[in-house]
């Protein structure tokens, strides 16, 4: 029952919000939402202490006949490489909240309403293991992140919302139709069973294109990013959080849970298409990024960017890159969630977000900047924190497998480095050039170090002892290596490779 007490806790909650909390009472809805999401974090802790490392198969696990007459069956479990990103999830929700305490004015109620039912669909989606369940909690996540972006976003947030709705459901359609056609290939729903099946090379390929429309469209890759910067500069920060630190995770999970393992042949045939893809997301959008003028902009581009990486290192079908990739994703969505919280921290205080109107802000806000310059480190990939760890799995399995994408692979670095400290220069160092920055700006307050310290915390962590992280990876990550090595489309697929 534990997979289901921290799955639908907070949709409990949110019920419970809209049930017994009036409009009138913003402060209660507050406290009631951080309550929740603390609630739910701490008892998914229980997933970690009591997580056993030595297996690769399902743990937690909870099966109830659902819609026996369709094969539909309530399948819960995670493994080592979904149980980490439920506990991103729930640790990232309380400090989105508590992001949100002051900016968020307007319908408070709904907004935490809002936020908790997208904790229990993302969480939903980590922990499925019947594909219509999955693929029920997918497109339900959807619903609350279009109304956080379209009801509390910025001046164009109804445009932005439509385009990430649209986008995200036109690759969800074709993935339905994939999880349909497998099924009665197969006879089954269930996620395990499927893995094993033996499905041919040629429905194979087109099984993975389906998959890989939705999947990277969530990613998101180039060509089908164009509505992440749109979405985040209209979100409101802490939307802007959920969706680099969690939505984005999700087309990666969905890559390495369904393609590699269920489709290995033609994971194999596309791995020029998605590697040549992928070196267009790090080097492209790093150079992008490079000519922002929107901190928001900026960041999002940042995050397509590691992204790329990210795929890289998760069809590299080596174990330093796999894990790297899985890693590479925890720590993205630690420092580009902090990247988020610290825009939000200046643009509460100046009301903007254009680089040309910071510069300074050292000078008023020390503490700020110290934080800052961690974050931006770490996104960086300097040695001793998280984001080091996993580019130099990402390369190094990259290596093994094809020197020139890692070659091409490690300019992303670079760039990424040109871009995030001449971003860092103008906002934090020089002298003050906003009249506003000088009389009104004061440095952050408790309520901000409170949501900055775990953070913190982790990015060294990670960076100095990354071990108990990438131990709960790896007999999962062995596991699904030797599944995606069986070649199982027979004298057709040899004939492929």
């Not at 999955?134 to 956080?148: G, H, N, S, T, V």
């Not at 509390?152 to 359609?173: D, E, I, M, N, Q």
């Not at 091409?408 to 760039?415: Q, R």
Request: hydrophobic share 60%.
């Amino acid at each position: 029952m534990l997979l289901s007490l921290v799955t639908f806790l907070p949709l409990a909650g949110a019920l419970a919000i809209i049930l017994l909390v009036g409009s009138d009472r913003p402060t209660i809805a507050r406290w009631a939402a951080l309550g929740v999401s603390l609630a739910t974090f701490v008892i998914s802790l229980r997933l970690y202490t009591g997580f056993d490392l030595t297996t690769a198969g399902y743990q937690f696990l909870e099966e109830k006949p659902w819609l026996p007459s369709f094969g539909i069956v309530y399948r819960m479990g995670v493994d080592g490489i979904s149980m980490p990103f439920v506990l991103l999830t729930t640790f990232l929700t309380p400090l989105c909240i508590l992001s949100s305490w002051e900016s968020v004015q307007k319908r408070v109620k709904e907004y935490m309403v809002a936020f908790l039912a997208l904790e229990a669909f993302v969480v939903g989606v980590f922990c499925a293991l019947d594909f219509m369940l999955f693929y029920i909690f997918w497109e339900a996540m959807l619903i609350p992140m279009f109304l956080i972006i379209g009801v509390w976003g910025g001046p164009r947030r109804v445009y932005a919302a439509f385009k990430f709705f649209l986008y995200t459901l036109a690759g969800s359609v074709l993935m339905l139709i994939a999880i349909l056609a497998m099924f009665f290939k197969a006879g089954t729903f269930s996620i395990p069973e499927l893995m094993d099946y033996p499905f041919p090379v040629i429905f194979q390929l087109w099984a993975f294109l389906a998959f890989m429309a939705s999947f990277a469209v969530k990613v998101p890759m180039w060509p089908v990013h164009t509505w992440l910067p749109d979405a985040h500069v209209e979100a409101p920060t802490a939307g802007s959080v959920i969706l680099a630190g969690i939505l984005l995770k999700m087309g990666a999970y969905g890559f390495i849970r369904f393609s590699l393992p269920m489709l290995p042949d033609a994971s194999r045939y596309f791995l020029p298409l998605i590697f040549g893809l992928s070196l267009v997301a790090v080097v492209y959008t790093a150079l992008v990024a490079l000519m922002q003028t929107d901190l928001k902009k900026l960041i999002a581009y940042s995050s397509v960017s590691h992204m790329g990486f990210v795929t890289i290192g998760l069809f590299s079908f080596n174990v330093q890159g796999v894990e790297g990739g899985l890693l590479q994703m925890i720590n993205h969505g630690i420092v580009a969630g902090a990247l988020f919280l610290l825009v939000g921290v200046i643009y509460d205080r100046l009301h903007t977000r254009e680089i040309a109107k910071f510069g300074g802000l050292v000078h008023k806000m020390p503490i700020y900047a110290l934080i800052f310059m961690v974050f931006t480190m770490a996104s960086v990939g300097l040695p001793g924190t998280n984001g080091f760890i996993g580019e130099f799995l990402i390369l190094l399995g990259a290596f093994h497998t094809n020197k020139l994408v890692a070659l091409i692979a490690a300019t992303g670095v670079v760039l990424g480095a040109a871009y995030m400290l001449w971003m860092f220069k103008k906002v934090v160092f020089g002298e003050i050039r906003n009249p506003d920055v000088e009389h009104h700006v004061t440095d952050v307050n408790g309520r901000e170090i409170a949501i900055f310290i775990p953070l913190l915390v982790l990015v060294f962590w990670i960076g100095f002892y990354p071990d108990p992280f990438l131990q709960v990876f790896h007999a999962s990550v062995e596991n699904l290596l030797m599944q995606a090595a069986v070649t199982k489309g027979g004298a057709l697929a040899a004939a492929l490779h």
